[in-house]
């Protein structure tokens, strides 16, 4: 059978935050660009964003600007992050929020009819850009309408809406194709009908989210099967920081079918506070001593904060994710957990039922339905889940560009800008940043491209056989499988991690790898479930690995990585990144890189103090000089 | 807690297929989305159904379950008896691709025929200055999901393909209000054109639309009758007519 051809200049894949805008951008500098996504229009991950876009617009406190926000993200990061990232992120932050209201979003607005700031996290300003707390919803809506805009231009200018845009839903690509070194397209299957289908295009945007599949309770939704990082990966890319993943604090942890699911970290900005099976708060016991002068000591003062920040201290439940997580970790362990084995967060005594229907309808309208918990009259049962990677492809900070020419990646794919941890509300503005920058970076690349790579029948025939393969087998049933991965990156590879545990969670996946090698799908090719999670399978699987071998090489903890067996940061660890890649398609190899140093001017804008807590006594040296001078 | 319930689910492709019975367990807690996974995972792998965030945000699993329009992950296992046999077919509005998933390339096709958000020349991004009063209003309507279940529900096209070409449907009424009611959007004749190229006048306000929004959006009453009282300057609409007639004579 003849397989259906595509020739674009650009191909998207993801149609969350990040792809969307790299496709408006690569749209609006002229180049015909596909999108191609796994589910419907509009239904991706960035939906389920609840809190809001991180941007200092200094809207609520005038005191914030791009090097407050930079600090933040840093420090949240522990220092890992890739600077020049953070940088761009916290300087463009405010024009992308201001972008999406000139195209239609509606955020909520300050007294003098400004958009309105929140606090959340290591944020030291109120700073998130909110719609209540749908904000990803608002976000995805108005990219979504942007796309549709610029399709109303076209077909005014040409008569047809799809002739410099368009929507290829409910697509998966399995493999992308190279001529030579270079992209020069890629290969997937319609869930629809499961015909298969080729796009030629030199440049390939990476926008497919994260990896939360792979574990049992996670607030992920089923697309989050590392795709992106897969495809990359055999391409011949490198994946850094992939031992870093965010346990979100605060999932819900009852009932069993809906644990894990995302409670906004809102509710702790806007007043809620977590307490154990004692009614402590005990979140003031586990203020680390980085951030010891930054945080509240007494509930009295934290509480004033919300009124008078220019005078208190922020109360400890809005210290980073990884804080709050490993804290409520250590409460249940210790025995003073919720019946459900999750902690208790509490805004009913808080704030007024009113208000809290307005700030929070959301979460209100989720612990009705689904746990018939009245979040205005009682407590909420909350616990860790796994919500966001913060490694993922290696990329050129100003383009997105990765290692393989043509090949760019934006958004959670992507790693470096979160460091060790994501601070919440710097998801939903990375995607605004790099997803325009990433979009851009492959419009250059094709200016600058001398000759179209060609398409190689030989790797076509090669995906074909791959993606047709449990098809034509009595194989070993995928979701069972995909089960087994589960349960052992959840146990194995979770929030807490030993050497031992990642070692015999390396040895399951070795042996997951064979069987993914013979899962079969029963069934017929149209809209087959079974069969797509065949092909999601080996994806996983190779993330995993990735996840597992940086987790096990590691030895000591930061941000989203904690290893039982190595307590504590070391500051030579800092400067060193675990790059991942495959010679063989099936097995990893990592390599130690350096973190390159931070630019002169950047690093001046920490105080000695803190930096000392992060750096070796080399670095401090040359601090010293730098300041010196 | 647990126990084995009857489900009968449509399975089909090609526009053929019929109702198959399953027997299944049933956890505490657990919603419909939960148990045709569960179906999925151990009896059916090719069964299909569209979901994504079970969480009631992405409005991907809108299926009928006894009849009723309803998201699959909102849909609560104990709302049912256990001896209850629970019925799940597709969305009857739109064609089936396979068992419980539809074509609903008709909503695309429709969102692309709205003119959209216009801003005044000159306004640059960061210079909008809107109040929380205003926005709200808009903003009740951008909470759609985009589930389409009240295009599915609504009667004007539910068993009439024949109006499709001429009629939008209740998610797209909302769009145009939202865009109607937006500070800064200087399109003209929002109104006009939602009564003359979406259909709005086809509209009885049964509010089906209303009772099915799983965000509770007041889609007949703050989207659609005002639209339909302000057009009628300029269109013979027979409801608001019928309407301002009641209203006069109680007076």
């Not at chain 1, 229009?41 to 617009?57: D, I, L, P, R, S």
């Not at chain 1, 930079?70 to 761009?88: I, S």
């Not at chain 1, 926008?207 to 990359?232: F, P, Q, R």
């Not at chain 2, 027997?23 to 807690?29: P, S």
Request: charged residues 25%.
């Amino acid at each position: 059978m003849e397989i259906e051809r595509h020739e674009y200049d650009v191909i998207v894949i993801g149609a969350g935050g990040a792809g969307l805008r790299a496709a408006i951008e690569a749209r609006q500098q002229g180049k015909r660009t596909a999108i191609v996504c796994k589910s419907l229009f509009g239904k991706a991950h960035t939906v389920m964003a609840e809190g809001g876009a991180a941007a200092a617009m200094g809207n609520v406190n005038s005191d914030d600007n791009w090097m407050v926000h930079f600090r933040d993200t840093m420090r949240g990061g522990k220092f890992l992050n890739n600077w020049r990232m953070a940088e761009l992120h916290a300087k463009e932050a405010p024009d992308r929020v201001w972008e999406l209201e000139a195209w239609g979003a509606l955020f909520d607005r300050t007294k003098d009819g400004k958009i309105s700031q929140r606090n959340f996290g290591g944020h030291e300003y109120p700073r998130l850009a909110h719609v209540g707390d749908r904000t990803g919803l608002e976000l995805i809506r108005t990219l979504q309408q942007r796309v549709v805009a610029l399709q109303q231009e076209d077909y005014e200018t040409h008569g047809d809406y799809e002739a410099y845009i368009k929507v290829f839903q409910e697509c998966t690509i399995t493999r992308l194709l190279k001529d030579g070194d270079r992209i020069s397209g890629g290969f997937g299957y319609w869930r629809e009908s499961g015909n298969f289908v080729l796009f030629d295009a030199p440049a390939v945007v990476l926008a497919t989210g994260g990896i939360g599949k792979s574990y049992v309770v996670t607030s992920n939704s089923w697309e989050y099967t590392g795709d992106g990082h897969a495809l990359a990966l055999l391409a011949g890319a490198n994946l850094i920081n992939m031992e870093f993943i965010q346990f979100h604090p605060t999932g819900m942890v009852w009932p069993p079918s809906v644990r894990g699911i995302l409670v906004t970290e809102s509710v702790r900005g806007d007043g809620g506070v977590l307490r154990n099976s004692e009614g402590e708060r005990f979140m003031f016991n586990y203020v680390p001593d980085v951030f010891k002068d930054k945080y509240a000591t007494s509930e009295e003062e934290g509480d004033r904060w919300y009124t008078d920040q220019a005078n208190n201290r922020r109360p400890p439940e809005l210290l980073p994710r990884d804080e709050v997580a490993r804290a409520i970790n250590a409460e249940v362990k210790a025995g003073r957990g919720s019946p459900q084995g999750g902690v208790y967060l509490d805004v009913s005594t808080r704030l007024p039922a009113e208000e809290i229907k307005r700030r929070l309808p959301s979460m209100h309208h989720q612990f009705k339905e689904l746990a018939d918990v009245d979040i205005t009259a009682e407590p909420m049962q909350v616990g860790p889940t796994c919500h966001y990677i913060m490694g993922g492809i290696e990329v050129d900070a100003d383009s997105g560009a990765a290692s393989v020419p043509g090949l760019f990646a934006a958004g959670e794919v992507s790693g470096g800008m979160h460091g060790s941890n994501r601070l919440g509300g710097n998801s939903l503005s990375d995607l605004l940043v790099f997803g325009r920058r990433a979009g851009a970076g492959a419009a250059a690349y094709l200016d600058g491209l001398p000759a179209r790579p060609k398409v190689d029948q030989v790797q076509v025939d090669a995906a074909r056989a791959e993606a047709e393969a449990p098809l034509q087998r009595a194989g070993e049933n995928p979701y069972e499988v995909h089960q087994e991965l589960q349960r052992t990156m959840n146990e194995l590879v979770g929030i807490i991690r030993k050497a031992e545990e990642v070692s015999e969670a390396l040895e399951v996946v070795e042996k997951l790898k064979e069987r993914v090698q013979l899962v079969g799908a029963a069934g017929t090719r149209i809209y087959n479930p079974g069969w797509h999670l065949a092909l999601d399978l080996r994806n996983m699987v190779l993330v995993s690995e990735c996840v597992a071998r940086a987790a096990l090489l590691r030895q000591e903890s930061r941000g989203g990585h904690t290893r039982d067996d190595f307590p504590g940061m070391r500051p030579e660890w800092r400067q060193k990144l675990l790059a991942c890649s495959t010679e063989d398609g099936t097995s990893i190899t990592i390599e130690e890189k350096a973190q390159p140093a931070m630019r002169d001017d950047l690093i001046s804008l920490f105080d000695r103090d803190e930096l000392s807590k992060y750096l070796t006594d080399e670095e401090m040296a040359e601090f010293d000089r730098i300041a010196k001078s | 807690m647990s126990y084995k319930a009857k489900f009968k689910v449509w399975r089909g492709e090609g526009g053929e297929g019929k109702l198959e019975d399953f027997t299944i367990e049933v956890n505490e807690g657990e919603v419909v989305l939960d148990i045709i996974h569960r179906l999925q995972a151990t009896q059916a792998p090719d069964l299909a159904v569209r979901w994504n965030c079970k969480a009631g945000k992405c409005g991907s699993c809108s299926m009928e379950i006894n009849g009723k329009p309803r998201l699959g992950c909102m849909t609560r296992m104990s709302t049912f008896s256990e001896d209850e046999t629970i019925t799940v077919t597709p969305m009857r509005t739109f064609p089936v691709i396979k068992d419980l998933v539809t074509d609903v390339s008709y909503n695309y096709e429709k969102a692309r025929e709205v003119p959209s958000f216009t801003p005044p020349e000159g306004v640059r991004p960061g210079e909008y200055r809107m109040q929380q009063v205003d926005v709200q209003r808009g903003q009740e309507f951008r909470k759609c999901i985009e589930c389409f279940m009240c295009n599915n529900v609504c009667h004007v096209i539910r068993d009439h393909e024949e109006n499709k070409p001429a009629f939008s449907g209740p998610r797209f009424f909302i769009r145009i209000a939202e865009l109607d009611m937006h500070p800064y959007d200087v399109a003209p004749d929002r109104k006009e054109t939602a009564q003359g190229e979406h259909g709005l006048g086809y509209c009885n306000i049964t509010k089906c639309c209303t009772e099915v929004c799983p965000e509770h959006i007041k889609i007949t009453d703050n989207a659609i009758i005002p639209m339909k009282e302000r057009v009628v300057d300029t269109k013979y609409d027979p409801l608001v007519w019928l309407g301002n007639k009641i209203f006069k004579r109680s007076k």
